[in-house]
Nanobody, 127 residues
């Protein structure tokens, strides 16, 4: 069983930055596809980014168009953590951000493909 816990959410002004972290416990995340999703109030949960293990210590990263160029996903398998650096934030980025893990399979932007979820952390961007 893999347990995920997000940290780092908060209130930031538009144009600012935040760094989210996800601490994993229970098993190593090394070969897991790890992702971030978000859910704004009144909206469906949506894909933000994912990082996929492709062998050795090599990973590919994928981003939603809305965050491409502003957000960067990274992982530290030795520390069993996943991070999301968010820059040039806008009010449209306001949402609860969730860390997710997929035990096996290629990258995916579909919620149903992820097996484990954190409880979420609130990010609020003021204008």
């Amino acid at each position: 069983q893999l347990h995920l816990a997000e940290f780092g959410g908060g209130l930031v002004q538009a144009g600012g930055s935040l760094r989210l972290s996800c601490a994993a416990s229970g098993r190593t995340i090394k070969t897991h596809t790890m992702g971030w999703f978000r859910q704004a109030r009144g909206k469906e949960r949506e894909f933000v980014s994912t990082t996929v293990w492709i062998g050795d210590n090599t990973y590919n990263a994928y981003y939603a168009d809305a965050v491409k160029g502003r957000f960067t996903i990274s992982r530290d398998d030795a520390k069993n953590t996943l991070s999301l650096q968010m820059n040039i934030l806008t009010p449209e980025d306001t949402a609860v951000y969730y860390c997710a893990a997929r035990s096996a399979g290629p990258w995916s932007d579909e919620m149903r493909d992820y097996d484990y979820w954190g409880q979420g952390t609130q990010v609020t961007v003021s204008s």
